[in-house]
């Protein structure tokens, strides 16, 4: 069976069942169909020349028709990362809060879509109805602004798509998780959980960015020569932390890296990051001491045209690295780049900076996603009939499983193409569609994407 059953509510993952990155979930009733988020997997270089890795869309694509809308739960790549690449093939309208559709806009404009693309701004924790879909947003915590869960309710119960998430008592940035909101998900009935197994393999909490603002302040304010910090590009809370951190040492913050300008802009133009420390143009670095100045950088992964690289190559012309300088890696090592931050770490090393990573101090970057605690904390509130894990490796869902069944809720370990019937009667896989990955330009960089996109959409001028 390829095709789910109009008088069922499906669940149908295009993407980010198995495996890390490309989330792309389908859910099916009524013979329409609700996407929720389109994302990519990490940039691949093939050929000199920047690929992103999306989900193939070619069974939706076929669909298209029947599609009423894509709902964006937060900002980061895996989530929104191939809205621009896919959406000619998709021709639907996109729903994302202020914070994530401001983001989302840029990506829209350099792949030439920004004037056909509608583009429908939900508040945080704001309603929508796409067509037999009842929306209701759920404010979270998580390494980026603006993150929600989405609650999809229709004709056969409501379903919590939780997108990622960590329940985070002092998040810096943006209110606490909507603790109210989910309680009374258990009073009205919950059919299913549809949530983010990132951690689901360990005990206890994750750390509060709060804590992790207390250890980089300690960190830099004992750090001599030039400090050079590192956070992944979208993790504003961290962006005020590393700078907060900065001023209290004494430090001018100079930023390097188009995806932080980028992030920066749009959080101040949706109302975050109003107090920021005043930030020194990279032109001016090279005046200010070494012992008061804070580099913050992209690529933490080894990214090899990102800022860190490029400053660990001396392409910089402003600003150079010294011996005693510093650099602080407040972010993870993914698992797949391994080798390119082995590259960068030496790099730096052999310039005579100290390289201070997670696994050396684990206390300078925390996770955006739930452990075990959390997780079973959010059943408790919610007390979900199932739950259906996602955003995960095999042994991830499986560990998120096991997890569910101690707390005796049902759950359904699912894989990418899976048509499962949620609703009525007992959740069951009932099919399969067509999924796969496939490789294109990335969009923001590829200046013949424009041109391309506008002569597909010309030639179907009556499409969505």
Known sequence: MTEPDPASLSFIPLGGSGAFGMNCNLYATEDRILMVDCGVSF??????????????????????????????THGHEDHIGAVAAMWPQLRCPI????????????RLASAGLASVVQLIEVPAGGRAKVGPFRLRFIGMTHSIAEAQSVVIETKHGKVLHTGDWKLDPDPRIGPVTDEAALRSLAKSGLLAAVSDSTNATRPGWSTSEAAVEARLTERIAAAEGMVVTACFASNVARIQSLCRAADAAGRSVVVLGRSLHRMINAARATGYLDDLPSLVPLRHA??????????LCTGTQGEPMAALARLAMGRFRDIRLTPGDTALFSSKIIPGNELPIEWLHRALTEQGVTVIHEQDDPGIHASGHPCQDELATLYGWTKPSMVIPVHGTHRH?????ALARQLGIPSVKIENG?????????????GRVQVGEVLRPDVEKDEHFAAAVKAEIERSPTSK
Not at 45 to 72: F, S, Y
């Open 418 to 430: 899976v048509i499962l019937r949620l609703a009525p009667g007992a959740a069951t896989i009932v």
């Open 43 to 72: 940039l691949r270089v093939v050929g000199g020349d920047n690929q992103i890795t999306m989900p193939d869309p070619a069974w939706i694509a076929r669909r298209r028709e029947k599609l009423v809308g894509l709902v964006l």
């Open 397 to 401: 869902l499986e560990a998120h499983c």
């Open 95 to 106: 729903f994302a809060t202020p914070f994530t559709a401001h983001l989302l806009r840029g």
């Open 286 to 295: 090279g005046y200010l001491p070494r012992e008061a100045t804070l580099l």
